[in-house]
């Protein structure tokens, strides 16, 4: 059996088609949790898989403080997740054009930064959750 290589271009080029794949993953992740948000503020219904725990079966006793409250960070995770997306778009095309260092730096601080909110959303859920169940 002969063994194909593939040459640096070929490597790269998959591996960018991989990345651009990946970044729309995370932008309509971002576009769903932005959908959550809004139909929470307009038609005040709750998405399960978004704003509350698994297993956490009841309506607010608040909804109105629940809104109030998870409202504003749920449309800012959709907002933040749209935007880490389309940067790392982005950054897989114009990753060639830029300093690699800077290219590095950048990659490294959004991606601490998407997740450093993150864990403080799934930490807002579960003050909501304490505070409107």
Same mark, same amino acid.
């Given at each position: 059996m002969k063994e194909t290589k593939l040459s640096g271009n070929?490597?790269?080029g998959k591996r960018l088609q991989m990345d #651009? *794949?990946? #970044? *729309?993953?995370i932008m309509a992740a971002g576009v769903y949790v932005l959908y959550a948000a809004l139909n929470l503020k307009r038609q005040r219904v709750l998405n399960k898989s978004v704003l509350r725990s698994p297993g956490l079966g009841t309506d607010p006793k608040d909804l109105d403080g629940f809104i109030a409250y998870m409202y504003p960070r749920c449309l800012a995770l959709g907002i933040i997740t749209i935007v880490m997306g389309g940067w790392n778009l982005l950054s897989a095309y114009i990753q060639v054009l830029s300093n690699p260092t800077v290219y590095m730096i950048c990659e490294l601080g959004s991606g601490i930064l998407f997740f450093a909110y993150l864990i403080y959303y799934m930490r807002c859920v579960k003050i909501a959750e304490h505070r409107f169940y």
């Open positions: 070929e490597i790269d #651009s *794949f990946f #970044s *729309f993953v």
